[in-house]
């Protein structure tokens, strides 16, 4: 089963750009010898006879929804920028 949104949030690891002119999210996924994946340091297919093909597929999903939560994030911003700044 995918990660839920609260837990994307929790682990996702987004920073302001140098500048502060947006963001960076960064996504680390680690594949072990024994076929384990993380992402972000969570267990994606961590059952004891875990397949690994479905481990790499719910990782890839649970990326896109990462990203999508991330989209939305990036949008908030923008919004409250524009509402800061002055004639917008």
């Given amino acids: 089963m995918p ?3 609260d837990r994307i949030r929790k682990s996702m690891h987004v920073e ?3 500048q502060n002119k947006g963001l960076t999210l960064t996504l680390v996924v680690t594949a072990y010898d ?3 994946v993380m ?3 969570i267990p994606i297919n961590a059952a004891p006879d875990y397949d690994q093909a479905e481990g790499w597929l719910v990782t890839a999903e649970v990326a896109v929804s990462t ?3 991330f989209r939305r994030q990036l949008s908030k ?3 409250e ?3 800061e700044s ?3």
């Fill in 39 to 41: 992402l972000d340091g």
């Fill in 81 to 83: 920028l524009r509402r």
């Fill in 16 to 18: 302001p750009t140098k």
């Fill in 67 to 69: 990203i999508n939560e």
């Fill in 77 to 79: 911003r923008q919004a």
């Fill in 34 to 36: 024994n076929g384990m």
């Fill in 86 to 88: 002055p004639g917008g």
């Fill in 3 to 5: 990660a839920s949104l």
